[in-house]
């Protein structure tokens, strides 16, 4: 029985529980509000890990996240090479179990909306290749749940890419 929610009592994560990511893009992002640098590295890990979910983080899947950090975070152009290399040198740590640290930090920052726009962003990196992989959907799906999304949610947003969902386009044998 955890304590803090029967008091109804979410504790806060501390830095220490970031993982060696968050210290790397800290240090990176040395200007930035720590905030900022928590949502950062909490959406840079996520879309890293939907993109390495196949063991391999493909070029297009890494301008799709370059893309989509352009897009979502306030970091200058000049350094999203060198993002893109921190997450492609974690992606050990990507693979493992390592999604509630990013989805506990971008809880801690993001409104239910920017994490719906998250999962959505997700489904966009694994969409890329022209089809989002059984693992793909599965990794995602995971990572919603994590973000305090209902699976009716996740349901929803997934409906943008249903075309493209390997699960409904593989022939029963």
């Known amino acids: ?13 501390r830095k220490d529980d970031f993982g060696s990511l968050f210290a790397a893009l800290e240090t990176l992002l040395a200007g930035l509000s720590e905030q900022e640098v928590i949502r950062i590295t909490g959406f840079a890990g996520l879309l890293g ?10 070029e297009p899947e890494l301008g799709a996240i370059r893309e989509i950090l352009t897009n979502e975070t306030p970091v200058s152009p000049d350094l999203f090479d060198r993002i893109l290399e921190v997450v492609r ?22 409104s239910r909306d920017e994490r719906r726009s998250v999962v959505k962003s997700l489904l966009a990196v ?3 290749s022209g089809s989002i992989s059984f693992e793909e959907d599965q990794t995602i799906s995971l990572i919603a749940k994590g973000l305090r999304l209902e699976h009716s949610e996740y349901i929803e947003l997934r409906r943008t890419f249903a075309d493209l969902l390997e699960v409904f386009n593989t022939p029963f044998s």
Do not use: C
């Open 126 to 128: 694994a969409a890329v």
């Open 49 to 58: 890990k939907v993109a390495y979910s196949d063991r391999d983080i493909s």
């Open 89 to 110: 040198h974690h992606t050990v740590e990507l693979a493992g179990l390592e999604d509630h640290r990013y989805t506990r930090m971008l809880n801690e920052v993001l």
């Open 1 to 13: 029985m955890n304590l803090w929610k029967l008091f109804g009592i979410e504790p806060q994560a």
